[in-house]
């Protein structure tokens, strides 16, 4: 008799982990869901990855005429052996023209490397007014050993922009990713 009371205490035992593992794996589900769109009001908060979705294009599409903006491109490293560099530094666009200027990017490295562009805007209320249509900076780039890429950007220049603002410098600074690094070479 005790025996079998043993037993059926230890299968009560062994249910009621199981449930509490069976909520915890739900929950853990539950979270990862909740991280998406968590992820993407902090990015669209902090200006991060500036993705336009198909409702956040300007509601007037109507090129300005009337008056130019002038922008800067920029473009830095981090800690990453490629040459990078925008092929137009300058230009003057109207608000609302779609615009697309290419960036050229190097691996110097003799093995392939990732990195990953973030952008960055000045002065950063341009942020809410600048929509990338097309971006290297939405995923990352692989580049082979040695290998040059022409990289486009599209984007428009919504005509809400307050006319305080003449000039928009839009800065991108790659990084490697995946841990990829591989040791320096001496010399």
């Not at 473009?75 to 697309?100: I, Y």
């Not at 392939?112 to 780039?141: I, M």
């Amino acid at each position: 008799m005790a025996q079998a009371h043993r037993i059926e205490r230890v299968a009560a035992e062994n249910r009621r982990l199981l449930t509490r593992l069976l909520i915890v794996a739900v929950a853990m589900f539950g979270f990862g869901f909740a991280l998406v769109p968590f992820y993407e009001k902090i990015c669209e908060i902090s200006g991060i990855r500036d993705v336009v979705q198909p409702d956040t294009l300007p509601a007037n599409s109507q090129v300005d005429a009337a008056r130019l903006v002038g922008l800067e491109f920029d473009s830095n490293l981090k800690d990453l052996a490629w040459e990078f560099r925008a092929l137009t530094p300058h230009l003057s666009v109207h608000p609302g023209a779609v615009v697309q200027v290419f960036y050229e990017v190097k691996n110097r490295r003799d093995i392939p490397v990732t990195g990953q562009a973030v952008p960055s805007f000045g002065p950063p209320l341009a942020a809410q007014y600048f929509r990338k249509l097309e971006c290297f900076c939405f995923r990352s780039q692989t580049l082979a050993a040695g290998e040059t890429r022409l990289m486009p950007v599209t984007f428009v220049v919504d005509p809400a922009l307050p006319a305080d603002v003449n000039t928009i410098t839009l800065s991108y600074t790659f990084f490697e990713v995946d841990g990829a690094r591989a040791p320096a070479r001496p010399g």
